[in-house]
């Protein structure tokens, strides 16, 4: 047995991954890691090969190869005499309809399928995440804003995103991916290589080609190391904290918690009430109490003075709206609906030339591409929010934009502003585009925003 597959067997046993006799539907992209997961849990020694099913979701994303993909993979398990199970779903048109983008779309789409099978045949869902995959996310959740939950980085046994009664197990997330590609080289285990896995569109993969090269090349190796040990202190303190607040009943009063310990009770009330609990939602609701705020249009919450989150009546007038929606840049063209506009968005090659030649238009802008990132959130205005109008020195409130601008209080709640990819606002309905985001010399390619 080689050592790889005797190790996960380890593994397996210690944490207790596969209680019981139900089957394991093993996800199975055809990729690297997920074709040596599915050979590792056949090997005959681990007692699990009777339990197996191999299944690949197809995301109708890149034609001949997708078909490709899903015929290997069924091939790889009839060598291995397990039962193979598929589905396939159009992925852009989800992501279309959702305006959450395509990673989403194919994420959301994958998961159903798995928690729609493990639940007809009474099973978990093993994936093949590795240590490598928990550091690229550290790093993605960090660039994101999350809190200790989120740095902790993926459970080897979770609940499954589409369905919470469908269990997720994870056997390789203590594994480095050398150790896997070590061991199908030397197996001899066949796998199909994903072309758009060495792109940098996404931020996972400039993650994975770009920053942490950088990283290694700079600190050396121990980078990683130290990353995973970073995650397991977040993990461990998220369980503290979660723990004191899952045990709290009132006593003592919700001022006297530790600013931790109420972050977390706000967001478990949060979660209960079927709310995402973001940071500026958690954050306002924690810090004032009976403050109105608007996390959706017509679902107004506030705290009342004994922690208590609560919905309000929806006649309440909010302070201003929590609410927003993000729209994934990847691809050619996008539509989402938000604050009553319907937004779509389009990349076209080209700078200023390119620029002067599609001109301007009613309801219409144009932007550096670059400027804006992979990715958009569309939101109302909030207090503090600060913009730069094209041509201005500096920023200024975006409260006295709309004073200048004559724009109405309550109409000034109701408008959608644009955050690019790094928190900068890059455009507010009926105020110039912001300096950031206009095309220059060096640009290169534009983004088309209509209304």
């Keep these: ?146 809190g200790n939950r989120g740095l902790a980085g993926m459970r080897p046994v979770a609940p499954s995103p589409a369905d919470p009664g469908v269990t997720l197990v994870r056997p390789l997330l203590g594994i480095r991916r050398d150790e896997i590609v070590e061991y199908a080289t030397r197996e001899g285990i066949g796998f199909r290589e994903d072309a758009t896995n060495a792109g940098t569109r996404f931020l996972r993969n400039r993650i994975r080609h770009e920053l942490l090269p950088q990283l290694a090349g700079k600190f050396g190796a121990s980078v990683s190391r130290q990353v995973l040990k970073a995650m397991q202190l977040a993990g461990d303190a998220a369980d503290c904290i979660d723990g004191l607040a899952a045990e709290w009943t009132g006593v003592p009063p919700f001022n006297q918690l530790s600013i931790a310990v109420q972050r977390q009770v706000v967001q478990r009330q949060l979660f209960a009430l079927g709310d995402e609990p973001s940071f500026d939602l958690v954050e306002s609701l924690r810090l004032e109490v009976g403050r109105v705020i608007e996390v959706a249009p017509g679902r107004r919450l506030r705290r009342n003075a004994d922690g208590q989150v609560e919905a309000t009546a929806s006649t309440v007038e909010p302070e201003f709206s929590l609410a927003k929606h993000e729209v994934s840049l990847a691809g050619q063209a996008g539509e989402a609906e938000f604050g009553g506009l319907k937004i779509g968005w389009e990349r076209v090659a080209g700078g200023l030339a390119k620029w002067r030649e599609v001109g301007q238009a009613e309801n219409r802008e144009v932007f550096d591409a670059e400027s804006l990132g992979q990715a958009i959130t569309l939101r109302h205005w909030r207090p503090g929010d600060r913009y730069q109008p094209i041509g201005h020195a500096g920023t200024a409130k975006l409260q006295d934009l709309f004073v200048n601008q004559k724009i109405p209080k309550a109409e000034r709640r109701q408008l959608v502003v644009a955050e690019a990819a790094d928190g900068r606002l890059f455009w507010v309905q009926k105020l110039r585009i912001a300096d950031g985001g206009k095309v220059t010399d060096s640009t290169r390619e534009l983004i088309l925003l209509r209304w």
């Design 1 to 146: 047995m080689h050592p790889l597959a005797e190790r996960v067997g380890d593994i397996i046993r210690v944490q207790t991954l596969f209680p019981g006799g139900g089957g394991i539907v093993v996800a199975v992209s055809g990729g690297i890691d997920s074709m040596a997961l599915l050979h590792l849990l056949s090997t005959p020694a681990l007692g699990l090969r009777d339990r197996l099913v191999a299944a690949h979701f197809d995301h109708r994303l890149r034609g001949a190869e997708s078909d490709a993909d899903a015929a290997f993979v069924a091939q790889a398990a009839g060598r291995l005499g397990l039962p193979f199970e598929s589905d396939r779903g159009d992925t852009r048109q989800l992501a279309v309809e959702t305006g959450d983008g395509v990673e989403a779309a194919a994420r959301q789409l994958r998961h159903g399928f798995f928690a729609r099978l493990a639940k007809r045949l009474g099973a978990v869902v093993a994936l093949a995440h590795h240590a490598d995959d928990q550091i690229e996310t550290f790093f993605l959740r960090l660039l994101r804003g999350a």
